[in-house]
């Protein structure tokens, strides 16, 4: 191998190794879709826990408000016994009307309520027995992700040691060339020739460039400024 191929080796394997770090952070398409229900139905399920939250809030409110409404009727019903004139008989059976008319205002509130309380309560309940469900088909999947990741970390172990070896081969110079550009083009420090187009960016290259990169030797796209390499046609 001449420098150049083994630089092209190099990039082939830091692809590798790219694409096992991408195997080892993304989230399988099966697992993903499973995780997207489960985190979607959490969600739901936190929602309607802070829906009857508040709702039970609203509740303790008007029963607070109802006891304060029951001891205002009572204390104007004993004002009733102690009345000595017409005047002040209709000013407090006014006052006993107004105060049961509140009460029931309360108590028909209350009631709605508590409808509301059992309606969130029974989508929370129903949510929940689906969720069980969820849960172990999440929990399968994640455990078959995990394991599924043992392998990837030993392939990448792998990978890395092959990475190692091809640096440790190739001299100096056109390593920290080839270092230089990976970093800068993403990763991609190498273009392949298609005819006389860098398969990168689609620019032409130079005949004289073609039979020099043919020859072996470290020719940049003008368009990239990748090396170019040309699989061999023999
Ligand atoms: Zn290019």
């Not at 991408?22 to 993903?32: M, N, Y």
């Not at 273009?191 to 960016?201: A, F, I, P, Q, V």
């Not at 004289?208 to 990748?226: M, N, P, S, Y």
Request: hydrophobic share 35%; net charge negative; aromatic share 6%.
């Amino acid at each position: 191998m001449n420098v150049l191929e083994k630089l092209w080796n190099l990039q082939k394997v830091l692809t590798e190794v790219a694409a096992l770090d991408r195997r080892l952070s993304v989230k399988p398409d099966h697992f993903a879709e499973i995780d997207r229900k489960y985190e979607t139905a959490k969600a739901e399920m936190d929602r309607l826990q802070a829906t009857l939250d508040q709702l039970g809030r609203e509740r303790r409110k008007l029963d607070g408000d109802l006891q304060m409404e029951q001891e205002a009727l009572t204390k104007y019903e004993g004002q009733m016994k102690m009345v000595k004139n017409q005047q002040q008989y209709s000013a407090a059976w006014k006052e006993i009307d107004i105060a049961r008319k509140k009460k029931k205002e309360i108590e028909d509130a209350e009631l709605a309520k508590m409808g509301e309380i059992e309606a969130a309560q029974n989508a929370l309940d129903a949510l929940k027995e689906s969720h069980a469900e969820l849960t172990a088909e999440w929990e399968l999947a994640h455990g078959e992700w995990q394991e599924s990741l043992h392998e990837v970390r030993s392939e990448l172990d792998k990978a890395k040691q092959r990475v190692a070896e091809a640096e440790a081969d190739i001299p100096p110079g056109p390593l920290r060339q080839f270092q230089r550009i990976f970093e800068q083009r993403h990763g991609i420090a190498m273009s392949l020739l298609e005819g006389d187009s860098c398969s990168n960016c689609r620019f032409k290259v130079r005949s004289q460039a073609i039979l020099q990169v043919h020859r072996g030797d470290i020719i940049t796209c003008e368009g990239c400024r990748r090396i170019v390499y040309a699989e061999k046609t023999s």
